[in-house]
């Protein structure tokens, strides 16, 4: 440091004073550590110990004070008899040499002559006395634990009488003291009352010490006697904050710097926690004692300071504190001088006060005292409104104890000016709690014997007008619900009829609000919606219990919730809305959505006995709604059914019930029936619902309700239903046994009621009125009244338009129906003007487009309707993804429709939905269309890489359907060219592309036959077919990429292969696409393995018998194919596999008459095989000749054991002879079909039967049925 700019006083001429270390300075201008705030300290109340909590010297005056405090009077006449008279520079070494001897009233006077000393240089304080107590409090704290000592350095905090001090150098000595009785005092958990009373006393006045940072471990450890809670930063005025203000001219206190560019921020290390845990009570009386003394000394407001104002915001955790602060601040906050200290105050009573705790009651009454605070200026109000926002935000208590208290006084006389703020304050900050306050309110208002509905309802839409943006709006739903909620007790009986109406008008007031405030709630057709809602479940489960409302009230209350009274009915408490808005809120809220449960909650209230709504008003009264909802546009969704169980319902209303007091006999079981009007309403009220939920309702519910697929069914075409006239035999008898089992029921009831009169046809009553309640059976034709009713309303609200938006249910009419019969609806369906082409499904489009205008019985005109949805359909494959997909994937799935016709209408569609040309008249609808008029086109397709797997798969599966050779053979080519097109399949995405080819050539052989070139070699070769040649090349590629890709090393991982076996299991679309047969382990010589399907290597094989193609240049593909098949590169079979040759493909093989395929299929074939594959008709010459000499090589044993007849043989041998076959010899010797003739050597069938006959030789010349037999084996 630089010690020239220190000032001395009294000691400063001595120039060799001892100088102690810098690193033992307690305050410094370097010094820079953490303050440790440790909160669990701060909130663990840790009890007193007894005697000595911590000891540092042997000598008793280093312990620490005991727990009992002294309250000292005087603290200067303590101190002035025991201190003694010490030069700065000697303090040091006394006061060791005290401790060393251990003379305690030695050093007790040199400490407190040293404080006294300091004391009289406050202005101007010695550096070498400051260094030198710093020094000691930094090697031995607890000497300033000593009550003694305490009391002399209090004295240094405390005012003198007379004395102000100015100067910025002032401010050491209190630094200094501070310091000292922290370090003496930082591990006590029970300081002295007197830090207590210098701190109220700074606090009073100049505020010296209390607002210093250097002092702030002894201040913030003493205000945690007060357990006040800090309110946040942004709710303190920044030029006030508590215990952050530095002195002014920054500078170390204690070098005496008054240069402030030297100003050094400075954060000493200290912890804080309570340290007056035992002394509650204590610390409050000093506090008020102080407070009150002050209030009755400055009785005036203006009399009041701002320290006064700061203490009480420091001490607010006391309840009698704020009650003192609460009822003054309204004076405060005007003033002009105290205003941002009263905002600091204000603070700090919203954050300390508690409505759950023991001060509860005073804290009630403080908010109460806030509430009535008239505030004249918008900053402050929005000061008073951020400090309630935080203080809801921390206890719902206080929430509801504040909204309560500013609801009251905004109905009093005296009501405050910013009560409205204040509760759109509230409700924005707490949308889900400040509701629920506030309808709590007003249960308690609506309950008493005044009449408060119209201060209510002034009050509901002020609130909301209050709100800056009119946001507030939002929070009308959780109001409505928790007005929906039970009250806190039993109305009285003379006002349950009044609450009743008040509450129900309260839900309506809500519901007008939110629509005059529509342009500012992007969702306020579901705000009305839910409000409605809720009033429907306080209609249905709490108002019969606890207000026991008339019917004519119950029914008035619930047409007025759902608004189907006249707009003056909502108008006449205080007529609002005015005239001038009233009918549009009014139709505002007729036009909410009608959801799902809301209809459920007034069914279920025509079906409570409790409830004195009868079933038949709910179903008018939902009928009523469901009309009105379905006038609105269905693009808004007015009617959102998801679920079937409101059909359920509706019937339950419609059922008939016998009277509880009439007993029926015994062992009787009344039908189920139901009402007629209200049945047959019921369906009408269905079939609405089903117009506008075509999706999520419509599908579900004509399959579940046969008599609702009818009505959609005459909706839709405009005709009657094909089911009523289908079920006329048994529609006959099922009215001849209703007709009875109503007469019967009838009878009982007659008989139970003593009726004189027997029930006849003539004489019944109920016969007209009732009918069979089975909703799940038969489709049942409805009464002529009935059908010209629900035309009418079909007229009227489009059903039969808006049910046309569900592909599954035009669908399942065509195909019930069949496209002759349904092409006439449909076509008047596309000829409707006021039809747009987007309204209908794509499906029907595709239909009516590929049966042709033909096929509608129209006339001439409907070229030009053909030629717009052409032009439709082409713009929806071309506009996205989905468009496309959901067009091809209609046509395409029919290409594999077993039928033909619906295969050729599907390709007709294909090829005019894909072309380009503009005019669809000349289009022939009754020609065949060759797949490769339209396949071609698929590759320019705007979105083709999102449909090319799904084009692929139903390709594949026309493969397997189609009849028509060219019409495979194109198909064929196209998948050709999507396996060798970039990007290009994986192996996993080959695999079932190859599975179902597979199956093709196995399967399919008359149409493989011909596309193919034949399999047998011809003598003479037949001339080469380009058709049948592109066709084999095509299935090459695609077999030699396939095998290619998916032979793996042995050493190399097999995830492929096992993907590729995954993938042929399941199809693309989920479909499987091969189930039959078994997997092969392939392994070859090589080392390359593969796991594949065992038809797959069958096709393999087969494909392999046609030869390679003229197209395969230089015959690669082939002479691969064939080196990893056969020969000796062949495969080997894995151990419990199936069989890669079985005796069908041998004998393919065989007659392919290919060398390298010969020899496969003769090798290990025994001779019984050999005999058989022989007497086949169409072998080749080079086949049998493969196959005697075969023969000629098994064991002589071997061929006798054949059993064959020798007669035919001998035959087959010369005819087989005379075709040119060589062979046979040895097999004719071992028959004993002719004298052995054997080679010179060969004894393999040398011996021969002596007893056998002999037959004519089989080399002479044929006979004439033999001839016939040649030609036969010729022309096979």
Sequence with gaps: ???????????????????????????????????????????????????????????????????????????????????????????????????????????????????????????????????????????????????????????????????????????????????????????????????????????????????????????????????????????????????????????????????????????????????????????????????????????????????????????????????????????????????????????????????????????????????????????????????????????????????????????????????????????????????????????????????????????????????????????????????????????????????????????????????????????????????????????????????????????????????????????????????????????????????????????????????????????????????????????????LVDRLDLADHIFHLCQFHPPDNITLPAGYTPPELAITGLY??????????????????????????????????????????????ANGNSEAERAEAERASILQLEAHLAAASNAKLPVTEHTSRLLSQLTTLDPLGPARKPPQSVIESIQALNTQLRLGRLLCRQPALLLDLVERQGTRRAMPWLHQLLRHDQLELSVLPVQCLCEFLAAGPGGSGGGGGDGGKAGELCQHLRRTVAACEAGARAVLHYYLQRLAHPHAPTRAQAQRGLKLVLSQTEDTSEMDYNADVNPEEWLELLWGLQHWAAVRGEVAARVRAACLVECVPAHVAAYVAFLARHAAAEPAPSARELTPLVLDLSQLVMERTCVMSAILPPAEARDPPPPHDARAHATLYHLTCILHNHINQIRTNDTEDANMETESEEAGEEGEGGEPAWTQGEKLVLHWPNGKRASLHVVVAHAHLKLLCYGPSIYDTNQEMYSWLQSVWVGGGGPGVGAGAGELLPDWLRLHLVRSARPPLLEAGLRALPAHKLALFIQTFGMPVASMTALLTALDACPAGAVVRLGVERAYMAQLLRVQRARGARGGQAFAAALQLQPAALPPGHTRCARVHSRSKKLPLWGGPLRRDETIFFKIFETS
């Design 680 to 725: 047959w309403r019921g369906w009408a009220l269905l079939l609405m619902v089903a117009a506008h939920n075509p999706t999520t309702f419509a599908a579900r519910a004509a399959a579940t309700y046969p008599t609702l697929r009818a009505l959609i069914e005459m909706c839709i075409t405009n005709k009657p239903s094909i089911e009523w006239s």
């Design 1 to 639: 440091m630089d010690r020239g700019k220190m000032t001395s006083a009294g000691r400063g001429a001595k120039s060799k004073a001892p100088q102690h270390p810098q690193d033992i300075f307690a305050l410094g201008s370097k010094s820079t550590v953490v303050v440790n705030r440790d909160s669990e300290k701060r909130n663990i109340h840790k009890p007193s110990t007894s005697g000595v909590e911590r000891k540092r010297e042997t000598s008793g005056f280093g312990s620490q004070p005991p727990t009992k405090r002294s309250r000292i009077g005087s603290p200067a006449e303590a101190v002035g008899g025991t201190s003694l008279e010490v030069d700065p520079v000697d303090l040091v070494p006394s006061v060791l040499q005290a401790l060393d001897t251990h003379n305690s009233d030695k050093l007790l006077g040199l400490l407190t002559g040293s404080i006294r000393l300091l004391k009289s240089q406050r202005s101007k304080p010695d550096p070498i006395l400051c260094m030198s107590m710093l020094y000691l409090t930094k090697i031995r704290p607890n000497m300033f634990a000593h009550e003694t000592v305490t009391q002399s350095l209090c004295t240094l905090l405390k005012r003198e009488q007379g004395a102000a001090f100015k100067n910025k150098s002032n401010l050491l000595v209190f630094v200094l003291a501070c310091n000292m009785l922290y370090a003496g005092h930082k591990d006590s958990n029970n300081w002295p009352d007197t830090f207590i009373k210098v701190y109220i006393e700074d606090a009073l006045n100049e505020r010296c010490w209390v607002e210093c940072s250097w002092c702030k471990c002894l201040v913030e450890n003493i205000i945690t006697a007060f357990n006040t809670k800090q309110p946040p930063s942004y709710l303190i005025p920044s030029e006030n904050t508590l215990g952050t203000m530095s002195p002014s001219g920054s500078g170390s206190p204690l070098m005496g710097s008054n240069d402030d560019e030297t100003a050094v921020d400075t954060e000493l290390e200290y912890t804080v926690f309570p340290r007056y845990s035992s002394s509650y009570e204590t610390v409050e009386a000093l506090v008020l004692e102080a407070i009150k003394e002050q209030i009755q000394r400055r009785a005036a407001p203006d009399a009041i300071h701002r320290g006064f104002l700061k203490l009480l915001a420091a001490t607010c955790g006391f309840p009698e504190i704020r009650m003192i602060s609460a009822s003054r601040l309204e004076a405060w906050l005007h003033s002009g001088k105290l205003s941002r200290c009263a905002q600091e105050l204000l603070a700090y009573v919203c954050c300390n006060a508690d409505a759950c705790g023991p001060t509860a009651a005073r804290d009630h009454e403080v908010l109460a005292q806030l509430a009535r605070m008239r505030l004249k200026t918008k900053p402050m109000q929005q000061a008073y409104q951020a400090c309630l926002r935080v203080m809801a935000a921390d206890s719902p208590a206080l929430l509801r104890s504040v909204i309560t208290h500013t609801i009251y006084n905004e109905l009093s006389n005296v009501r405050s000016p910013n009560n409205m703020s204040v509760l759109a304050a509230l409700l924005a900050a707490q949308p889900a709690l400040a509701p629920v306050a506030m309808a709590e309110t007003f249960h308690e208002l609506v309950l008493r014997a005044e009449d408060y509905l119209r201060p209510l309802r002034a009050l509901t839409r002020e609130c909301v007008r209050a709100a800056p943006a009119r946001a507030d709006a939002q929070a009308l739903l959780p109001l409505a619900r928790a007005l929906a909620a039970p009250p806190p007790h039993e109305p009285a009986a003379e006002v349950r009829e009044r609450a009743f109406s008040s509450l129900a008008d309260l839900f309506c007031c809500c519901c007008l609000v939110t629509a005059t405030h529509s342009k500012h709630l992007p969702d306020y057709k579901q705000q009305l919606s839910g409000i409605q809602c809720a009033a429907l479940g306080w209609l249905l489960d709490t108002a019969p219990a606890i207000y026991r409302p008339s019917r004519h009230d119950y029914q008035h209350a619930l047409n007025k919730i759902m608004f189907v009274e006249s707009a003056e009915v909502y108008s006449k408490p205080d007529n609002w809305p005015p005239e001038c808005e009233r009918a549009l809120a009014h139709r505002i809220c007729c036009e909410a959505p009608m959801p799902r449960h809301n209809l459920l909650r007034i069914i279920f209230i025509g079906l409570s006995k409790e409830i004195p709504v009868g079933p038949a008003e709910a179903l008018e009264l939902v009928e009523q709604l469901v009309r009105r909802a379905c006038v609105l546009p269905p693009e808004e969704q007015p009617l």
